[in-house]
């Protein structure tokens, strides 16, 4: 699971983990948005209960259709005043406020030795020596090192798959060593690529032959195309008197998780499908007193003791697939290994725009229905590729004439090669996906092994 450097910081994935609903595996259907999905939510379902048991989701049980409950761990614990606004949501809206569902070993879990529970000291960032939040350095390569049948090869860049024309068949992948510039090709019955959305596209828009000149699989010319990832940057915070005398032990390396409400049922809005938001409550830390200037005893008063209560949120907005938005290969520019790079050209459409609009003013009013003071909104949507859940770009669907890859991840034009990172979501939600990137590729992963005892991989 990715896991960034920038600027000398660390980034970590924030381990939210939502399943999607069934409606949202219906929505481009129903909406007449791009293509139908190849696959329902109750042919799913099951390989989340697979993937959660394994890696471990706390959560609480809320019954909601649109955002079904998974396997849970037992929760973390919602503060005074994000229960507060919980409370108010609810009889004032009907709307829910739930703690947010993490990636997070919150109890035992029983197959896994290499994993502790979570010890609330919010480091994750640094890298969890309990293994307690899922990892691949904590769950999936210790796993896949107890088979004894891993061999992990470190500074490996795919760059090309390999196929013969005579067999039709995908029979490996080229391989550039980073540091010593070194090629090597590696040979496979079955290929899986997961090298994330925008690095399985590469490498499939990067290996042409005869069969396939216009990219890897790309009979319909819709790889490379219908990027998406969910808008954000667009919420509200406010301030919140009273319970001055409430101190939390620990540090809760989670917030509380808004689930949609917009469009569900007859609603009808001037945008299709939804928002969820994301917010924490917390009390100020003593950083908030330097821009008061202040001087002396008062102050080293005054930063002793922690400040009023604040609560944020932001709402995640789910983007339509469109063909326009896309990316392609530039082979002029070339990166330092002399590989060709990516040119993303894409836009906000109009309907992001007016969902937007509710983000923040929601976010607004159930902060003042719930008595917070002080409120102000934001909006900076920024451009697609900040939220950071690219998918899309080689979408699943029934027909191989508007699709890339079949219902199992399959790519149509060539089935020994399985492609289960983003790139293979047909739409969005707006859920944060990863779950449900994990979901299909252990669904793929069980096909492809049945495919091969059956001989036709
Ligand atoms: C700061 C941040 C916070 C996030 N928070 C959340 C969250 O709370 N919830 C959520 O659901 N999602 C979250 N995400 C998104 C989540 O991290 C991704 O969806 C997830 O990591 C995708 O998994 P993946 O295995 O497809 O790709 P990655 O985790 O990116 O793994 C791909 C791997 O392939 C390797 N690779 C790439 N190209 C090649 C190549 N050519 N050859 C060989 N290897 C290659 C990469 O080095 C990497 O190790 C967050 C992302 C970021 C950056």
């Given amino acids: 699971m990715r896991g960034y450097h920038v600027g000398g910081r660390s980034i970590m994935w924030g381990r939210q983990s939502y399943r999607w609903s069934p409606m949202d595996f219906e929505a481009n259907a129903k909406d007449g948005i791009a293509i139908d999905w ?24 809320e019954n909601l259709p649109q955002l079904p409950d998974s396997k849970f761990l037992p929760p ?8 507060v606004l919980k409370d108010s949501m609810f009889e004032k809206f009907k709307r829910t406020l739930t703690i947010g569902r993490v990636a997070h070993v919150t109890s035992p879990i029983g197959d896994s030795p290499d994993r502790g529970t979570c010890q609330y000291r919010n480091l994750c960032i640094r890298g969890c020596p309990y ?44 391989v550039m060593d980073a540091e010593t510039g070194e090629q090597i090709e590696y040979y496979a ?11 399985s ?34 919420g509200a915070s406010g301030q919140y008197d009273g319970f001055e005398d409430n101190y939390y032990y620990g540090r809760r390396p989670n917030g509380f998780y808004i689930p ?43 930063v002793t003791q922690p400040g009023p209560w604040r609560l944020g949120m932001g709402g995640f907005g789910e983007v339509l697939p ?24 894409t836009e906000f459409k109009a309907n992001d725009y007016n969902m937007r609009k509710d983000m923040a003013s929601d976010a607004a009013e159930m902060l003042d229905a719930a008595g917070f ?48 990172d983003g790139s293979f979501m047909t739409s969005a939600a707006c859920q944060n996906p990863s779950l449900t990137y994990m979901a299909f590729t252990a669904r793929a992963v069980d096909y492809a092994v049945s495919e091969i005892k059956k001989q036709n991989l």
Avoid at 392 to 399: E, N, P, S, W
Wanted: hydrophobic share 30%; aromatic share 10%; with cysteine.
């Fill in 322 to 345: 469109a063909h326009d938005n896309r990316v392609t290969l530039n082979t002029e520019k070339k990166d330092k290994h002399g590989l060709p790079t990516l040119t993303f050209d």
């Fill in 38 to 61: 190849p696959v329902r939510y109750n042919e799913i379902a099951p390989w989340y209960d697979y993937v959660e048991t394994f890696a471990g989701i706390s959560g609480q049980v």
């Fill in 131 to 174: 293994g307690a939040y899922f990892s691949s350095n904590a769950s999936t390569l210790p796993a896949a090192e107890r088979t004894g049948n891993m061999t992990l090869r470190p500074n490996s860049i795919v760059y090309e798959l390999i196929y013969d024309d005579q067999k039709k068949k995908a029979t490996g992948v080229k």
């Fill in 373 to 420: 003071k002080n409120i102000s909104t934001y909006d900076d949507p920024g451009g697609l590729g900040l939220g950071i859940h690219e998918m899309g770009t080689a979408r699943m669907g029934k027909d191989p004439k508007t699709s890339v890859l079949n219902k199992w991840n399959q790519v149509h034009a060539c089935k020994n090669v399985f492609v289960t």
């Fill in 201 to 234: 596209t590469f490498i499939m828009m990067n290996s042409t032959s005869d069969r396939f000149p216009n990219g890897f699989g790309n009979d319909s010319g819709e790889l490379g195309c219908n990027i998406m990832d969910h808008h954000l940057g667009v």
């Fill in 260 to 302: 949609r409400y917009r469009n569900l049922g007859k609603e009808k809005r001037d945008y299709l499908r939804g928002f969820g938001y994301q917010g924490g409550g917390s009390r100020q830390s003593w950083s908030r007193m330097i821009a008061e200037m202040s001087i002396g005893a008062s102050l080293k008063e005054e």
């Fill in 76 to 83: 973390m614990e919602l503060n005074c005043v994000e229960k």
């Fill in 189 to 199: 019955r079955v290929i899986f690529l997961c090298a994330s959305t925008m690095g």
